[in-house]
């Protein structure tokens, strides 16, 4: 399996409006306006723990940018320390943004750990326009 979102049996289980693309796992605004976008990643960790280094200060962060752009101002983000015991974890995040008409959104993972990640089915990326 790869790792990416998992995709529902039906499209139109979870896709409403015109903006998302669940190829590509973007989400394009199709007004000016703010956002609420909120993702939550189920996320398993492949490397057997006996090979895991000391993961003290070992992070993951997920994020969610504007054009690919993870700058301060344009990206929601979360993070969550690794503790070498564990094989899953969740971790979510939420907020709101400002895009232009055409401008993008998507989830993106920095591990930095180096620890090989899988994205579990069950995590999901949502938008929903607010107002203008």
Do not use: W
């Not at 790792?3 to 007004?31: D, I, K, V, W």
């Not at 909120?38 to 992070?59: D, F, M, N, V, Y």
């Not at 943004?97 to 949502?126: E, R």
């Amino acid at each position: 399996s790869s790792p990416s979102l998992c995709q529902p049996e039906r499209e139109e289980m979870f896709h409403r409006g015109p903006g998302l693309n669940l190829t590509s796992g973007q989400y394009t605004a199709p007004f000016a306006g703010f956002y609420t976008f909120s993702s939550t990643l189920h996320i398993a960790r492949r490397e057997p723990r006996r090979k895991r280094q000391g993961c003290r200060g070992s992070r993951l962060r997920v994020l969610i940018c504007v054009q690919s752009c993870c700058q301060h101002n344009s990206h929601l983000e979360s993070v969550s320390q690794l503790e070498s015991s564990g094989d899953l974890f969740t971790i979510s995040v939420t907020g709101t943004l400002y895009l232009q008409a055409g401008q993008y959104a998507s989830v993106f993972v920095d591990n930095t750990a180096g620890s090989p990640l899988t994205i579990q089915s069950g995590s999901d990326f949502s938008a929903v326009l607010l107002g203008v």
